[in-house]
């Protein structure tokens, strides 16, 4: 079998295009409609998306489906169409939070959890089928190429249904997610239609299968696994401290307005695009340091612009923000890039054959519970910070101050990462699918 050339990478990238496509929708439009035209506490809409990140540590049971299973083909879509109904119903759910808020806060439950259960199921098994098809030398690429597609699938969704919610109405909620889940499904189908019979290197099943709590035990076991989790895990949760406090922060120590502080955080995205972009050419193309050595730059970069961002603080007025933003996202784009890259080496490469999918859900489940507990680790700080100091900047830099040491740490951490083996028979990258 050939790996899968850039063509086919993309392709498997449209799947995080459908994910992103639905996320966006109940993290920000759901989100602000529940604040703002139903007047529900900012802590309703954040405990829904708690849930489903909640939910996902499920990850590695739905990896092992897929290991057992014959094709993990319908895993993904099964995924898709399990986060695409929980998207409809969320704004069916929002809906009827404002006439009757109980029904509607218990349906909006079980849709978060739908929506839970389809992004741990999509996003961990199509991160394994390019673990497995993809070639060692464009790893790096194919991180930074479906973590940049996700983003896409989160810009183009805010942007094109915010034309068709205007003016905003209930029904044209409801319909906008349902037309959403519609075409995510479609993009699914069309990223994943024959590259598993092409491209998936043949795996012997076993005669019995092995049951879920055996196979996780053995990747517990593992050590290198176990590493690679604590990274994954320390670094997304300094990642996802700084996104809840950037813009308060930015507004009231420099008093920007909404407009500007949606802009520094626009810049911060840029960052991370180019820093994504230059972990694919340096990894993949250059062939320049190894993907753990960009890891362990990402995250020392990340660290040192939180602490610049704290010392902008106290300088105030005149001082480089942008640029210190735009630092930040750059650091934060090439270690996310990389270790994306990095598990799906170690879970190809690294460890028992058959158990690709148990392991990245392993990791999932960790960047998962990170996410989740970094945004309420994060505000929680900055809240607890303020109460103490009455100077807003000196608050906002002594959490950025935290935020650094976690990254710093994770750093530390990427230097014991074990870089995965590079099997003699690995498939040799061909142009095109």
């Not at 053995?218 to 996104?243: E, I, K, P, T, Y």
């Not at 083996?421 to 061909?430: C, G, H, K, L, N």
Request: proline share 4%; charged share 10%; net charge neutral.
């Amino acid at each position: 079998m050939s790996g899968l050339g850039w063509f086919g990478i993309i392709r498997l990238g449209l799947v995080q295009t459908a994910i992103g496509s639905v996320v966006v929708l109940t993290n920000s439009t759901l989100n602000r409609v529940m604040v703002v035209e139903i007047g529900l506490a900012a802590i309703v809409p954040g405990l829904l998306i708690g849930l489903y990140y909640a939910i996902e540590i499920l990850r590695p049971r739905f990896g092992h489906g897929s290991d057992i299973s014959a094709t993990r083909t319908p895993w993904i879509l099964g995924g898709v169409a399990t986060l695409g109904a929980g998207g409809a119903l969320a704004a069916a759910a929002t809906w009827l939070m404002a006439s009757h808020l109980g029904l509607g806060l218990a349906l909006g439950v079980a849709a978060f959890l739908l929506i839970g259960i389809g992004v741990g199921c999509a996003g961990t098994v199509v991160l394994t089928l390019l673990a497995v098809t993809v070639a060692p030398a464009r790893r790096a690429a194919a991180g930074a190429i479906v973590f940049l597609m996700m983003i896409a699938g989160l810009a183009a969704t805010a942007g094109i249904s915010a034309q068709f919610l205007e003016p905003f109405s209930y029904p044209r909620l409801l319909g906008v997610a349902c037309a959403v889940a519609v075409i995510a499904f479609v993009l699914a189908v069309a990223g994943v239609a024959g590259i598993e019979a092409r491209h998936a290197r043949p795996t012997k099943r076993e005669a019995r299968p092995t049951p879920f709590f055996e196979a996780f035990a053995d990747v517990w076991a593992d050590g290198a696994a176990r590493r690679l989790a604590l990274f994954v895990f320390a670094s997304m949760l300094a990642f996802n401290m700084q996104d809840p406090i950037l813009e308060p922060f930015a507004g009231l120590v420099f008093g920007l307005g909404v407009g500007q502080t949606t802009a520094l955080a626009g810049i911060q995205h840029q960052g991370v695009f180019c820093g994504m972009i230059a972990a694919a050419v340096l990894c993949s193309g250059l062939k320049i340091g190894s993907m753990r050595s960009w890891i362990v730059i990402g995250c020392t970069l990340s660290a040192l612009s939180l602490l610049a961002l704290a010392l902008t603080g106290l300088a105030g007025p005149g001082a480089p923000l942008t640029a210190v933003v735009f630092t930040l996202g750059l650091g934060n784009g090439l270690f996310s890039a990389t270790v994306i890259g990095q598990m799906m080496a170690s879970a190809s490469d690294g460890g028992q054959p058959g158990r690709e999918g148990t392991r990245i859900g392993f990791w999932g489940a960790a960047q998962a519970i990170a996410f989740g507990l970094g945004i309420l680790v994060g505000a929680g700080a900055a809240d607890l910070a303020r109460a103490l100091l009455s100077d807003p900047a000196s608050a906002y830099g002594l959490v950025f101050c935290l935020e650094a040491g976690v990254f710093l740490f994770a750093a530390g951490l990427a230097t014991r990462l074990d870089l995965a083996r590079t099997p003699a028979s690995a498939p040799t990258p061909v142009p095109g699918e």
